[in-house]
């Protein structure tokens, strides 16, 4: 069993992904070439976003987005500490300093209601994560940005394309969406790439340029920018996963509300995910006892189990940011949480093979 399967994703899209690499190899326009922009304008119709900018990688979606919105050195970022490395690490790259704010304990997103008080007068952007494929409560985030002078807030939607947040879809919740498509996302390619969504034409344009070495045109300069373009060829790859993009959501659903009834049966303490596409369970994560047993139960029975995520707060190069007594949900939560196998392509008999090893547990 695969922890995402992504063989029986591509035998299904086979032939479409062939199609759509050759076509690629035949007209060899493999630098932005036509289908970057065909990407772009059905992710655009998609999410709502009046922009989307492909970029190669979720890591440089959230580079560029700081870097159009002019971060600098001495300036702070207010983002949450359970997280993948890559949302704290380009605020660092960029000599901004990470405000970590903690998580809420059943969703593990951002706890909007500890965020005012970590604004000061030198927060330039507040980086909400849409945790396991669920955004936070992205209303009130944005609502609190806009008391204190209207601060960008930029949703690090890596994991949650194609979740809904009350009508609207993840991505296009706030000044600027960030999405990756690395293989393992709920919308990946067969390599590295991401996007960046806005409805703010000046962001788009400087996001445009400082994807291309912060050109305005050929070989003129404007501003610093980056080597941060998406290939053509991954672009292709997305455009036909696309065409079974909304099935594969439906059965994430499907799935992850197969693996909440069975949780909440067996009492299993799991972290809150809700059936109503509020989530694309981009990951599906418990809480188990003892994590360190249940690995080892889980990998005698050779069933992949991951950890999303360890506490940044912990990490050596991120422990200067905060205290050792701050974020105690995230520190708890990253010492317990355990991630189970996820994909659109999960089998009822696979499923049920995890459940009843995690029941057992249960009963000790
Ligand atoms: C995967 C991920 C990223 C980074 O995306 P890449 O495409 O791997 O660079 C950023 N933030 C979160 C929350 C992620 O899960």
Redesign the pocket.
């Known amino acids: 069993m695969d922890f995402i399967d992504l063989k029986t994703q591509y035998r299904t899209l086979q032939t479409s992904i062939q199609a759509r690499i050759n076509a690629v190899l035949e007209h060899g326009q493999y630098i932005l070439g036509p289908e970057v922009r065909e990407l772009e304008e059905r992710l655009q119709a998609y999410t709502g976003a009046k922009h989307c900018i492909t970029v190669s990688?979720?890591?440089?979606?959230?580079l560029i987005s700081l870097m159009a919105l002019g971060i600098q050195p001495g300036d702070e970022v207010i983002t949450t500490p359970f997280?993948?490395v890559?949302?704290a690490e380009v605020i660092v790259l960029l000599g901004a300093t990470p405000v970590f704010v903690d998580i809420e304990p059943d969703t593990c997103n951002i706890d909007a209601s500890l965020i005012e008080a970590a604004i000061t007068a030198k927060t330039k952007a507040i980086i909400p994560?849409?945790?396991y494929g669920q955004p936070a409560d992205m209303d009130e985030i944005n609502a609190i940005a806009a008391r204190h002078g209207n601060i960008p807030v930029i949703e690090?939607a890596?994991?949650s394309f194609g979740a809904e947040y009350r009508g609207r879809k993840s991505c296009h919740l706030s000044t600027i969406g960030?999405t990756?498509?690395?293989p393992?996302?709920p919308l990946g390619c067969y390599g590295?790439?991401?996007a960046i969504f806005t409805d703010d034409d000046e962001i788009a344009r400087a996001c445009r340029e400082i994807r291309v070495h912060g050109q305005s045109k050929r070989y003129f300069h404007t501003r610093i920018g980056v080597g941060g373009r998406m290939d053509t060829l991954q672009c292709a790859i997305v455009l036909a996963k696309l065409e079974r993009f909304d099935w594969e959501v439906e059965q994430r659903i499907v799935i992850g509300s197969r693996y909440n009834e069975w949780m909440d049966k067996a009492g299993i303490a799991r972290v809150r995910q809700r059936n109503d596409r509020t989530s694309v369970f981009?990951y599906y994560a418990v809480i188990p006892e003892n994590r360190e047993i249940l690995q080892a139960v889980f990998q005698r029975n050779e069933i992949p189990t991951g950890v999303?995520?360890p506490s940044l707060c912990q990490q050596p190069a991120y422990s200067r940011f905060s205290s050792p007594s701050a974020n105690p949900v995230s520190k708890i939560m990253a010492e317990k949480v355990m991630t189970l196998p996820m994909s659109a392509y999960l089998t009822h008999m696979d499923q049920s093979v995890i459940c009843e090893l995690l029941q057992k547990d249960a009963r000790g």
């Open positions: 990688s979720g890591t440089d979606a959230l997280t993948f890559a949302t994560v849409s945790l690090d890596a994991e960030c990756s498509f690395f393992a996302k590295d790439g991401g981009g999303h995520f």
